[in-house]
Structure formats: C-alpha cells, structure tokens
C-alpha cells in the first residue's frame, strides 16, 4: 500500500483466491487505496475469491463498514466471492450496529473457515452460499 514502512495490508494468492490481510486500523485514504488495489488485483490475478482477514482491527468505523461491503460487491461483480475472516468480538458489535447484517458480505472465523467457504461455494454445494462454514464441536 504505500513505499514507506511497513506494509499496512498483505494481498497474497492462494490458488485462485485472493487473502488480504490487514495489519493495522487504516485512515479513510488507506481504505480507499486497499480497495483499489484489492479490486484491481482480482482482475489481474483472475480470482474467483476473496479472504479479507481483519483479525488485526480491534476496532471499525462506518467508512471501513462501508468499504468492505463495497469491495464485496466489486468483488462479485468481477467474479469473486468474498468473506471477511477474524472479526473481533468489538469490530463485530460496531458492523452490525453500523448497518452491515448478516448475509450482506459472508463471515467465517478464521482463514481455514473462509477457505473452506470458498471451497464450498465454488463446488456448489447445496446452500454453500446462503449458510457460513460449520465449526467443528470442541469436547471438553
């Protein structure tokens, strides 16, 4: 995202889907930067999904809201699926009451629940889309 620094958000290929990770909270600008590249690199790399890991964000305004549902929706209007992974219990809270519900842009716990999304959606399997990833039962 920027020349300087440390890296502020990670976009590797996994296959044919795109992991962005997000290392830190970011400004309005850094957000509309991390669109940008995000949106350019599935046309470029041709992904048919999206991870964006937001693990890292111990909070989240409606602008970064806002934008992760639109890069969701430009995601699929490129042809990729997106799910945002690692949603802090706060960020959670501060998504919903910021109007983001559930269905508007799939969720998982964790890289390998957002994986195992992508997987599932783009085998079709029955509801894959509509439903995200069961979590195994821990025993105690």
Same mark, same amino acid.
């Given at each position: ?31 509309? /930067?991390?669109?940008?590249?995000l949106v350019e690199r599935i046309g470029t790399d041709r992904a048919t !999904?999206?991870?964006? &890991? +937001? #693990?890292?964000?111990d909070v989240l305004d409606s602008f970064g809201s806002m934008t992760l549902? /639109? ?14 992974? !690692?949603?802090?219990? &706060? +960020? #959670? ?35 894959? #889309? ?11």
């Amino acid at each position: 995202m920027s020349d300087t620094g440390p890296a502020l958000v990670s976009i590797l290929r996994q296959g044919s889907y795109l992991v962005a990770s997000v290392h830190t909270a970011l400004d309005d600008t850094q957000m509309l /930067r991390f669109q940008h590249d995000l949106v350019e690199r599935i046309g470029t790399d041709r992904a048919t !999904g999206v991870i964006i &890991d +937001v #693990a890292a964000l111990d909070v989240l305004d409606s602008f970064g809201s806002m934008t992760l549902r /639109r890069i969701a929706e430009m995601a699929r209007l490129r042809g990729a699926e997106t799910v945002i992974v !690692g949603i802090q219990p &706060d +960020v #959670a809270f501060a998504m919903v009451r910021l109007g983001m519900g559930p269905g508007e842009v799939p969720t998982a716990l964790d890289l390998e629940e957002g994986l195992t999304y992508l997987n599932g959606h783009r085998d079709g399997q029955p509801g894959s #889309a509509d439903r995200p990833p069961r979590r195994p039962q821990r025993r105690p």
